[in-house]
């Protein structure tokens, strides 16, 4: 059951980033409904699946990779929507749910098993610490996708070609809002992710900071997105610059949260 | 019955051309009644807009019609006959739904694409409805036109994309931009291009108007105008700083901002984006300018350039729209022929409806003594011999073949039907 609600899921996802593709390049009216109502049904598959294996674990399902970058792409979608209500940015799901379909598919590859809990992680801050981390990292990936949006509109605008997506994209303003939005949203969160990380380490190893490389990087993301809110208010760093230092900020954010489980073996191997 | 054009249009009459055959107001009516009692005239629209005259009209014999509608129009505007003879033309059959098919789809336009045409093909074939002139043929050609131009426009980018130079600076000001109506417009110098761009971009609004002018009462002048305040130029640097879109056009020979400057101004209104249009030639702001972060700086070429890109864009549209018509001309003709088979059919089905009561009646006369149960035997067998024979030719006559025609002109000569009188 839960297998199948993922597989799914995965496949909504597959068609969503397709037409998502088309919707870039031969964008309708149509295409942008069938991409939303694709999003919506794979998050509703996606929502099922995770309600599924909270039951049947009993704890919240964010204890294994398989599991984390799952709730990360769930996380995205989530604020996606949450986004919607008051800004009408349907076109940037083009650009994010490819990052969501790598997500998922990197996700499918890893063990599904359900194994009991580690006695060092049966604390609640298994489920304050992850759930905040991964709703301030789906911030940032929007914020990436916002970021990349607005590059490209920036270069139809002062290339002076009006070609290609000009016609479809949102204005710079509304991009450069929506990324400042998205990044205030998620700077807090990231920070409160660090202080209940350290919280939670004090309580399982006895030391609140052990240099553990996911906690680096997760300094580098903050110290980036600290640098974006801080040149913006003070000297009005927007625009072309706030986008590509978000676009360099969720590159760490995925360092943090990949390339360490690649290469090393830190205090989150479990992650 | 065909289908007749007869028009003139910006590329074959010069506006005083135009201008005299046009049915403004009463005369629109006038005409169209007095062209509905031409003797050759069975059905009429006219069209008639600032760049174009035509007249579409439901005829059975196009030579005899076209030329009784040339003395008409000559007659009806007081128009020099070779005047007229020079300037209009005449379609009939294919090339008369291909043109109408091309007119309401905005491909014959003076601007490819633009939306007008399509509403006064609308409202001219309505007023022709009201008045009675239009009937089987024109109902359906008109309608037809429309939802061809609807198919146009839906599968086709053609009404996309500014071509025109105000309306490209309105579509770059939306994509810098949220929220045009919260914005600060300054308006430096004057022009008539300028004025005119600057009207477009506030046509939905603005918060604020700054009209700077070397001429402070000039300023005043246009203050007044556009509702806003007028500033000395020598204070116009200053008034940059919460300006969002610039309009300059001033006579000034040489750069009146230049690269330093704007970065100074940029950073005191802390990058917020500007968007410049610099119409006056020669250059009144250093193109430099351009390179700043969150600077847009548009001279007068680069918005012709955009321009001069949508219209090729446009024509590469009209290609595909090209062939959306040539896809609905032939369903067209279809019906218009199957129109002609219907009169065959019921005149058929008249005559020999006719023989068999007449028989029927004689065959009672002779023997009065049947009772009701054998004369209704009677004529159930006469009913059921005359469909089974009429059935073949019907069928063969509601069959879309290429030789219709041919089966339609045979039938009527075996049986001798002649449904002309008819109509």
Request: proline fraction near 3%.
């Amino acid at each position: 059951m839960e297998t199948f609600l993922f597989e799914l899921t995965l496949i909504f996802y597959l068609a969503a980033t397709i037409v998502g593709i088309v919707e870039l390049f031969k964008g309708r009216k149509i295409t942008s409904h069938i991409m939303l109502f694709l999003v919506g049904a794979g998050f509703a598959l996606h929502t099922a699946n995770i309600i599924y294996r909270y039951v049947a674990a009993g704890h919240i399902p964010i204890t294994n990779f398989h599991e984390s970058t799952s709730f990360f792409s769930w996380s995205i979608i989530l604020i996606f929507f949450l986004l919607q209500f008051r800004y009408k940015v349907k076109i940037l799901s083009s650009f994010v749910m490819p990052v969501v379909l790598l997500l998922m598919l990197s996700s499918s590859m890893l063990s599904r098993e359900i194994r009991p809990l580690s006695p060092v992680l049966q604390s609640y801050w298994l489920t304050i610490h992850t759930v905040i981390a991964f709703l301030g990292n789906a911030a940032f990936a929007l914020a990436f996708g916002v970021g990349t949006m607005y590059l490209i509109q920036e270069h139809h605008v002062k290339s002076k070609h009006l070609g290609g997506l000009f016609a479809r994209l949102p204005s710079l303003q509304t991009l450069d809002e929506l990324n400042y939005r998205l990044i205030t949203m998620g700077f807090p969160l990231l920070t409160l992710a660090i202080i209940t990380g350290s919280l939670w380490a004090e309580s399982a190893w006895g030391s609140f900071w052990r240099w553990d490389p996911r906690e680096v990087w997760s300094l580098v993301s903050w110290f980036i997105y600290a640098i974006i809110l801080h040149a913006r208010l003070v000297a009005g760093w927007r625009g072309k610059r706030a986008a590509i230092l978000s676009i360099a900020g969720f590159l760490t954010i995925l360092i943090a949260f990949f390339g360490i489980k690649l290469l090393h073996k830190g205090l989150h191997v479990f992650l | 019955m065909k289908v007749l054009v007869a028009g003139l249009n910006h590329n074959t009459a010069d506006i005083e051309v135009r201008e005299k055959v046009a049915f403004n107001g009463s005369k629109l009516q006038e005409g169209l009644v007095e062209l509905k009692n031409l003797p050759h005239v069975d059905e009429v629209v006219i069209l008639s807009t600032c760049n174009r005259m035509e007249l579409y009209a439901g005829v059975k014999d196009t030579e005899k019609a076209s030329e009784s509608i040339k003395t008409f129009i000559s007659g009806f505007h007081n128009i020099d006959r070779s005047l007229l003879d020079k300037a209009i033309y005449v379609y009939d059959d294919v090339d008369a739904v291909r043109h109408i098919f091309r007119v309401a789809s905005s491909l014959d336009s003076m601007v490819i694409g633009e939306p007008q045409i399509l509403g006064q093909l609308k409202e001219a074939f309505e007023f022709a409805l009201e008045k009675k002139t239009t009937g089987i043929l024109l109902n359906k050609l008109m309608k037809k036109a429309i939802s061809v131009a609807k198919r146009v426009r839906s599968e086709t980018r053609i009404a996309e994309n500014a071509v025109s130079i105000s309306f490209a600076a309105v579509e770059l000001a939306r994509k810098i931009f949220t929220d045009l109506s919260a914005k600060v417009f300054m308006l430096l110098g004057a022009g008539e291009m300028a004025e005119l761009a600057a009207k477009h971009l506030m046509s939905n609004g603005v918060k604020e108007v700054i009209v700077a002018n070397r001429r402070y009462e000039r300023a005043c002048e246009l203050a007044k105008e556009f509702s806003g305040r007028p500033v000395a130029l020598d204070n116009f640097l200053r008034e940059m700083v919460h300006s969002d879109i610039v309009i300059c056009s001033t006579g000034a020979p040489n750069y009146i901002v230049v690269k330093e400057q704007m970065q100074k101004v940029m950073k005191e209104r802390k990058q917020r984006q500007v968007f410049i249009i610099d119409i006056s030639v020669p250059r009144n702001i250093d193109p430099k300018i351009n390179d700043l972060d969150n600077v847009y700086l548009y001279n007068i070429d680069d918005l012709q350039g955009i321009v001069d890109e949508n219209m090729f864009e446009r024509k590469k549209e009209a290609e595909k729209a090209e062939r959306i018509i040539e896809e609905e001309i032939e369903p067209f003709f279809q019906w218009l022929s199957s129109l002609d088979s219907v009169p065959t059919i019921v005149a058929l089905r008249e005559k020999m409806e006719k023989i068999k009561n007449d028989e029927i009646e004689k065959l009672l006369n002779r023997f009065p003594d049947l009772d009701e149960k054998q004369r209704k035997a009677i004529e159930y067998m006469a009913s059921s011999i005359v469909n089974k024979l009429i059935h073949p030719p019907t069928i063969a006559l509601k069959k879309d073949s290429e030789d219709r025609d041919l089966i339609v002109a045979i039938i009527k000569k075996l049986y001798d039907i002649d449904d002309e009188e008819k109509e």
